[in-house]
């Protein structure tokens, strides 16, 4: 039985060292073998998931954003109950070794495993020397695990604010929710479309850092952005929506920063449905005729060299196979709302809103 017990806690102390290091020491491998911290997150997250399915906006999205701090410490517990275990199952299967008469139950070589984990004294001395061993083993393992950890952290929410600072900048250029439509319309009524192919360049840096970040750390993805309207999913789709637009009409290379910012963007959401285990055939709200020549009359009146209303909307579609399947299963997983092509609505910045709230609204930036 201590034998079992022996091998049980040498295979239980592997697997959880091995998740802690491919979790925070292997973090660029885009396809990574199951284990066991990831699908108990997942699960996890479903069932969470399901719950605030129920609830009305605001709580709902409260609850959601609970989770990703709460998954984040729910792995790292994890991580400590299995080290804990598997070092007392080792204590039990050398004998139990931690009293001087060495009649220790399984009960006592847990309260010992705990205490040597944490580095606290359990008032529990080891008598052999295979339990001195392992109590320092189990030491360094603590040590490790906790500080690395501790040390992860400053990362991660830098990674966090990064990625919200360019949601947040996307509010006066697009609206809230942000849509294709709000951002091509007010950069043609004020003719800055130059500046708008500029800022759509400025997006590939971020789709490369968030493609890095969320695969490295996709606890990332479960962390909500500040306001109802905003979501990273939703600024991530209407900058491809843009792009695509821009990309599918024009003639000459004039574009060029919005076709790489495509491309990337395009990687970024294909790599990330695999990291989240999204369906790549979701579907979505489809793009109305009436709305495409919407966007198509900006389009006309934007100065660049466009092709004519047939071909435009033929090359459209082809890039939309190409990233809206893909946003759409990571919307359906992530329970992140997809903006739509043209806000059926006038789209109003939050910035605006807020201030109109207050009552010190000054009127619309001109």
């Not at 091998?7 to 959880?16: E, N, P, S």
């Not at 204590?91 to 705990?114: E, I, M, N, P």
């Not at 604010?161 to 091509?184: F, K």
């Not at 970040?213 to 990273?232: A, C, D, E, F, K």
Request: hydrophobic residues 45%.
């Amino acid at each position: 039985m201590r034998v079992i017990a022996g091998i049980a806690g040498v295979l239980l102390v592997i697997a959880m060292l091995v998740e802690f290091f491919v979790s925070f020491m292997l973090p660029v491998r885009v396809k990574r073998d199951p284990r066991l911290a990831r699908a108990l997150f997942t699960q996890l997250w479903r069932a969470w998931r399901g719950v605030a399915r129920r609830l009305p906006d605001g709580p709902r999205e409260t609850l959601l954003g609970l989770f990703g701090p709460l998954g984040l410490l729910f792995n790292l517990a994890l991580w400590t109950a299995g080290l804990v275990l598997g070092f007392a199952l080792l204590q039990y299967g050398f004998g139990s070794h931690v009293t001087g008469d060495g009649g220790a139950s399984f009960g006592d070589d847990l309260y010992f495993s705990a205490g040597g984990f944490l580095s606290a004294s359990s008032g529990v001395e080891p008598t052999s020397a295979a339990a001195k061993t392992l109590l320092l083993a189990e030491a360094a393992a603590g040590f490790m695990v906790l500080f690395i950890a501790i040390g992860y952290l400053p990362a991660l929410f830098q990674a966090f604010s990064r990625r919200e600072t360019a949601v947040s900048q996307l509010d006066p250029r697009a609206g809230s929710p942000p849509t294709a439509g709000a951002m091509l319309r007010r950069a043609v009524n004020r003719e800055q479309v130059p500046q708008l192919l500029d800022y759509l360049g400025e997006w590939e840096g971020w789709a490369a850092e968030l493609m890095e970040t969320h695969l490295s750390y996709p606890v990332i993805g479960y962390y909500r952005s500040q306001h109802l309207g905003q979501n990273w999913l939703g600024a991530l789709t209407v900058v491809l929506d843009t792009c695509a637009l821009i990309a599918a009409a024009t003639r000459v290379s004039e574009a060029d920063s919005a076709t790489l910012t495509f491309a990337l963007g395009r990687h970024a959401v294909s790599d990330l449905t695999y990291t989240f285990g999204a369906s790549a055939s979701g579907a979505r709200a489809p793009l109305s005729d009436e709305h495409f020549d919407e966007l198509y009359e900006l389009l006309e009146r934007s100065g660049l060299d466009i092709e004519d209303a047939e071909t435009t909307r033929a090359h459209l579609d082809e890039l939309r196979k190409m990233y809206e399947p893909q946003v759409a299963g990571l919307s359906a997983v992530l329970y992140l709302r997809l903006p739509e092509w043209m806000s059926a609505t006038k789209t109003v910045a939050n910035w605006h809103a807020e201030v109109v709230e207050r009552g010190r609204a000054r009127g619309p930036l001109t």
